[in-house]
């Protein structure tokens, strides 16, 4: 059995989540509920629960006001939230759960049972979090990618480029350092474009920070500061060529 905590300003989301554990995680048992960070941040140390489903927007105090103000969490967090795309973006780059409200029944029990799975604690990847939330929108932080033996947390700015091998994309980072990563190059394509990572083509995603010099030819090649040379498809030349040529 898990013993979970609800932290949410909103009486509703809080009985509409309670009533899915209840139906479909009969594992989870509710020890307590907050409507704020403050008085989620009394209970949290007064009875320390598995497993904490956390509101990232509350008036008087965010959910991340409330991770800053506990300090090190010894237990699982899965965070909800109905909008807010750049604190998506940081928990998503930080490997951390979260369920979009109204929350589904199977991605809730996709999330519960993940975290049931999850042996390593997340302290690393709070931590993570924090830089990223300190980051202005735009600006590079720190990504962590899950690996066979664990996770790896990497400052973005060291990644040279991401391959994509089946299911599975290799990062290779300054230094010519290699992390093999079980996760699509979609995914990461999707979380590191806004902080200038360009896909170039089907199999290649590059940090324009790390473009040394561009071969002219049909779609032409990219030589990077690792000194691969990898080519550019003809639909993402105009692209890549925008972004250096203005």
């Known amino acids: 059995m898990s013993k979970a905590i609800l932290i949410d300003d909103e009486a509703n989301t809080r009985e509409a989540l309670r009533a899915l554990l209840q139906h479909y995680c009969p594992d989870v048992t509710i020890i307590g509920e907050a409507a704020s960070a403050e008085d989620g941040l009394q209970l949290l140390r007064t009875h320390p629960p598995d497993l904490l489903f956390l509101?990232?927007?509350?008036?008087?105090?965010?959910?991340?006001?409330?991770?800053?103000?506990?300090?090190?969490?010894?237990?699982?967090?899965?965070?909800?939230?109905?909008?807010?795309?750049?604190?998506?973006?940081?928990?998503?780059?930080?490997?951390?759960?979260?369920?979009?409200?109204?929350?589904?029944?199977a991605e809730l029990r996709a999330a519960v049972a993940k975290a049931q799975r999850r042996q390593a604690p997340v302290a690393a990847q709070l931590h993570a979090l924090h830089d990223n939330l300190r980051a202005r929108?735009?600006?590079?932080?720190?990504?962590?990618?899950?690996?066979?033996?664990?996770?790896?947390?990497?400052?973005?700015?060291?990644?040279?480029?991401?391959?994509?091998?089946?299911?599975?994309?290799?990062?290779?980072?300054?230094?010519?350092?290699?992390?093999?990563?079980?996760?699509?190059?979609?995914?990461?394509?999707?979380?590191?474009?806004?902080?200038?990572?360009?896909?170039?083509?089907?199999?290649?995603?590059?940090?324009?920070?790390?473009?040394?010099?561009?071969?002219?030819?049909?779609?032409?090649y990219v030589q990077l500061t690792d000194d691969s040379i990898i080519e550019v498809s003809r639909r993402k030349k105009d692209e890549l060529l925008k972004r250096f040529q203005g």
């Open 137 to 220: 929108p735009g600006l590079a932080g720190k990504v962590v990618l899950p690996t066979m033996q664990g996770f790896e947390v990497v400052d973005v700015a060291r990644i040279v480029r991401c391959q994509a091998d089946d299911n599975y994309t290799l990062f290779v980072l300054d230094g010519k350092e290699k992390i093999l990563v079980s996760r699509t190059l979609r995914e990461y394509e999707e979380l590191l474009s806004e902080v200038d990572f360009l896909r170039i083509h089907q199999s290649h995603l590059i940090n324009a920070a790390h473009v040394k010099r561009y071969i002219k030819g049909s779609g032409g």
């Open 55 to 105: 509101d990232v927007e509350m008036p008087l105090g965010s959910g991340f006001d409330l991770l800053d103000a506990l300090g090190n969490a010894s237990f699982d967090i899965i965070f909800t939230t109905a909008h807010d795309r750049y604190a998506l973006r940081a928990i998503k780059c930080c490997a951390l759960d979260y369920l979009l409200k109204p929350v589904g029944v």
